[in-house]
Each structure stands twice: as structure tokens, then as C-alpha cells.
């Protein structure tokens, strides 16, 4: 089994990709982004990038070739059901380069499933029935996966390991199932990286600026204090501060203080009307 065995002294980027036509079509609004960074941000996590992709298996296989290349902990929301229109367990072992097996926990699972649903029903349960064996399609994961638990109806995800050293844990569309699995293998397999990692953003409101001004501070705040980045958020309809310009830089906790303190006192000749500052843990 490629079972996702974290590295303890490694704390890994974190990404998301949500699949699925009905996200990019506008027919469903897209909630997982929001949750996963909340998700990550209770466990003093950032999300680094997130990625749509449509129903497309080419364009699937491509995204989760290079997520499973980049080292990085991925979570896949969609495609893994067994209607025509799923293609991302096909894809996911497309792109390690493996075949595709009826993975037998999740068989067990699906089985288990489909039998209390029968019994809940007051209907026979026939194991060997057409559409009860299409549904074990559902446990067929990519040669060596592991198995996401799904405490919702217990049709589980899978996961797999990257090359890289970091993982893909896919998991279905549906938020109520996709949150508590995405929780469970955050809390299962990357814990030690709580934390570990605690970030900052300082910044400050400014009035009357303009960025192409201020990019010289920016530029020199960057080339001082390598890993702290500097951002620059421009609004021209806020309802409390109306046209203006947040300034600010994020990064490690013990690295921004500095980098703030530094930003502020080479703001001081332009001369700038400021508003309240901000602080983001």
C-alpha cells in the first residue's frame, strides 16, 4: 500500500483542487476554498494555492501529475463517484503511472453501506445485483491508495503518496463528507506541523497613496528581510475606509516585527495620511 507516511522534520506547502463542471459553469457556488483555509488556519496552517479544473480527464490527470511532483499536501474535492462524469480516481492513477484495483477495505465499507441502506429500506439485500456491484466502482482506487474515512455514509476517499514526499488526499464534492475527511487527515498524518509555522500579517491603512509610489518600500522591505512578504490590497468602495491602500507585510511571527517596524520608517517622507493599523495571527 502507498500509505501517506509524513515527514516529521518537514512542514509541507498546502493546496486544493476542486473538480468539477458545475463550479466553473456557475451552477454551484464553490465552498470548500473558504473551509479549507479555515480549516488550516485553526491549525496554524496556510493554504498556498488552490486550483479549479473542469470535468476534463486530460486536464485532471495533468493537475494532479504535477501536485503529486510538487512535494506539496493536496486536497482533491469531486470526481470520485462512479457516474460517467467522475473521472478523478481514473486520473489520480493516470498520473502516478498504476492501475486501477477494488481497493478490499473499501469494499468492505461500500458493502457494510449498502446493506443497511437495504435493511433501513425493509428490502432484500442482494450483494450480487447490478447496480450494488456497479457501486463498488466507488472503492476502486488507484493501485496501493489509502483509504480516507467518511463518516458521513462511510463510502470512503483515498489517498496517495507523491513521489516528492508529500501527498493527495481526494476526497468527495459534497462539503458535509469532504470537511470532517479533510480534518481527519490533517489531524492523522500532519499534526506535527501544527503550528510549527506561525504566521503574521501587520499592516496599516494609507490614504491618498499610490502603490506605483510606494513600490521603491516594498522592493527595499522584500530585499531586507528574506522571507517576509510584502502586500499591497487597494480599495476604491470600502464601506468604512473608502479610496485607499492597505499596506502591510505577512511571514513568520518572529520575522514580521521587524519588518514592519522597518516598512513604517521608510514610509515617514512620503509624507502619507494613515488610518488604524491591523494585526492577522
Given at each position: 500500500m502507498q500509505t501517506v507516511q509524513a515527514e516529521s522534520s518537514r512542514v509541507p506547502s498546502f493546496g486544493l483542487i476542486i473538480v468539477g463542471d458545475e463550479i466553473l459553469s456557475g451552477k454551484r457556488a464553490d465552498k470548500h476554498l473558504a473551509k479549507v483555509?479555515?480549516?488550516?488556519?485553526?491549525?496554524?496552517?496556510?493554504?498556498?494555492?488552490?486550483?479549479?479544473?473542469?470535468?476534463?480527464?486530460?486536464?485532471?490527470?495533468?493537475?494532479?501529475?504535477?501536485?503529486?511532483?510538487?512535494?506539496?499536501?493536496?486536497?482533491?474535492?469531486?470526481?470520485?463517484?462512479?457516474?460517467?462524469?467522475?473521472?478523478?480516481?481514473?486520473?489520480?492513477?493516470?498520473?502516478?503511472?498504476?492501475?486501477?484495483?477494488?481497493?478490499?477495505?473499501?469494499?468492505?465499507?461500500?458493502?457494510?453501506?449498502?446493506?443497511?441502506?437495504?435493511?433501513?429500506?425493509?428490502?432484500?439485500?442482494?450483494?450480487?445485483?447490478?447496480?450494488?456491484?456497479?457501486?463498488?466502482?466507488?472503492?476502486?482506487?488507484?493501485?496501493?491508495?489509502?483509504?480516507?474515512?467518511?463518516p458521513y455514509n462511510q463510502i470512503p476517499g483515498f489517498s496517495v503518496a507523491g513521489p516528492a514526499g508529500g501527498a493527495i488526499y481526494c476526497v468527495p464534492g459534497f462539503p458535509v463528507m469532504a470537511w470532517p475527511m479533510i480534518e481527519w487527515a490533517l489531524d492523522t498524518h500532519w499534526s506535527h506541523c501544527f503550528r510549527q509555522r506561525a504566521w503574521q500579517e501587520r499592516s496599516v491603512i494609507i490614504f491618498g497613496g499610490a502603490e506605483a509610489e510606494l513600490s521603491p518600500v516594498m522592493e527595499r522591505v522584500e530585499a531586507e528581510h528574506p522571507g517576509v512578504k510584502v502586500f499591497s490590497l487597494p480599495s476604491v468602495d470600502h464601506p468604512q475606509h473608502g479610496r485607499h491602500i492597505e499596506l502591510g507585510v505577512k511571514g513568520a511571527a518572529e520575522a514580521v516585527p521587524a519588518a514592519y517596524a522597518n516598512l513604517r520608517a521608510w514610509l515617514l517622507p512620503y509624507q502619507l495620511r494613515y488610518g488604524p493599523e491591523l494585526v492577522r495571527p
Open positions: 483555509i479555515e480549516l488550516l488556519g485553526a491549525r496554524g496552517l496556510p493554504l498556498a494555492w488552490a486550483q479549479y479544473v473542469g470535468d476534463e480527464p486530460a486536464r485532471i490527470t495533468a493537475t494532479l501529475r504535477h501536485a503529486l511532483a510538487s512535494g506539496d499536501v493536496v486536497f482533491c474535492t469531486g470526481g470520485i463517484g462512479a457516474t460517467p462524469d467522475d473521472h478523478t480516481r481514473q486520473c489520480a492513477a493516470a498520473a502516478l503511472g498504476v492501475p486501477l484495483a477494488l481497493h478490499p477495505e473499501a469494499k468492505r465499507l461500500i458493502l457494510q453501506r449498502l446493506q443497511a441502506v437495504a435493511e433501513q429500506e425493509g428490502v432484500p439485500w442482494e450483494p450480487e445485483r447490478a447496480d450494488n456491484l456497479h457501486r463498488l466502482n466507488m472503492g476502486v482506487f488507484p493501485e496501493g491508495a489509502g483509504i480516507v474515512p467518511n
